[in-house]
């Protein structure tokens, strides 16, 4: 008579095997995942954009290609203050813009805005 239980057996046993294989590989890695999750990891330098290319890649959309206006208001001629522009692109408007939607380049892309004719 065959033995059917052979195989269930067999694959009980690669995966009792994998699995103590696989918490060895995380507790070699246990320090290296809570240093990530402090901050401490390695670090990744990120390269500034100029405003022109942070407008394209996240404003376009809305204000048009011409900076004409579309979904959101004509941003040329604008007379807000830098600073005004700032708070409306990290906190954003009542009327629909996100905030928060350009993190660490506000101060120059506020300042690019007021330059547009």
């Known amino acids: 008579m065959k033995n059917t239980a052979m195989p269930y057996l067999y694959i009980f046993a690669f995966g009792i095997v994998a ?3 696989m918490s060895f590989i995380g507790l070699n890695n246990m320090e290296e995942i ?4 402090e901050g401490g990891g390695e670090a990744t330098e990120e390269v500034a954009a100029s ?5 394209n890649k996240s404003c376009i959309a809305c204000h048009g290609d011409q900076y004409q206006g579309g979904v959101g208001p004509a941003l040329t001629g604008l007379t807000k203050s830098p600073e005004e522009l700032k708070a409306i692109l990290v906190d954003g408007t009542p009327n629909g813009m996100p905030g928060g939607l350009i993190p660490g380049q506000e101060d120059a892309v506020a300042e690019w805005l007021t330059t547009l004719k």
């Open 51 to 55: 405003p022109e290319e942070i407008y």
């Open 19 to 21: 699995i103590f294989f």
């Open 34 to 37: 809570s240093a990530e999750k």
